[in-house]
């Protein structure tokens, strides 16, 4: 019932620019902490910058100063402002949040995008 759908992906120049965005959407009755994380092809998914309900924010270091991760909670959508691209950016960007469904649960989930390619190339 937990849906979470991502946008924003494409193809950029090195240097260039994209936001990224993810709605959660069907049964939440808490929105914990909601997260980027990416795969190239041949590497392990790795972390790219995660933000709790509070708005603390994490990157890894390969992004810091150049990425910027928010979130609106009206609306369940995280975002991710990627700046100055750069080719070793280029995989597939999966959105992934925490999430409890129910106020009765006494437990919460993880859940997975589908993902949305980025490519930086000339």
């Known amino acids: 019932q937990v849906q979470l759908v991502e946008t924003g992906g494409g193809l950029v120049q090195p240097g260039g620019s994209l936001r990224l965005s993810c709605s959660a959407s069907?049964?939440?009755?808490?929105?914990?902490?909601m997260g980027w994380y990416r795969q190239a092809p041949g590497k392990e998914r790795e972390l790219v910058a995660n933000?709790?309900?509070?708005?603390?924010?994490n990157y890894a270091d390969s992004v810091k100063g150049r990425f910027t991760i928010s979130r609106d909670n009206a609306k369940n959508t995280v975002y991710l402002q990627m700046n100055s691209l750069k080719p070793e950016d280029t995989a597939v960007y999966y959105c992934?949040?925490?999430?409890?469904?129910?106020?009765?649960?006494?437990?919460?989930?993880?859940?997975w995008g589908k993902g949305t390619l980025v490519t930086v190339s000339p």
């Open positions: 933000i709790n309900s509070g708005g603390i924010t």
């Open positions: 069907g049964s939440i009755f808490s929105l914990n902490v």
């Open positions: 992934n949040a925490n999430i409890q469904k129910y106020y009765f649960s006494g437990g919460t989930e993880y859940y």
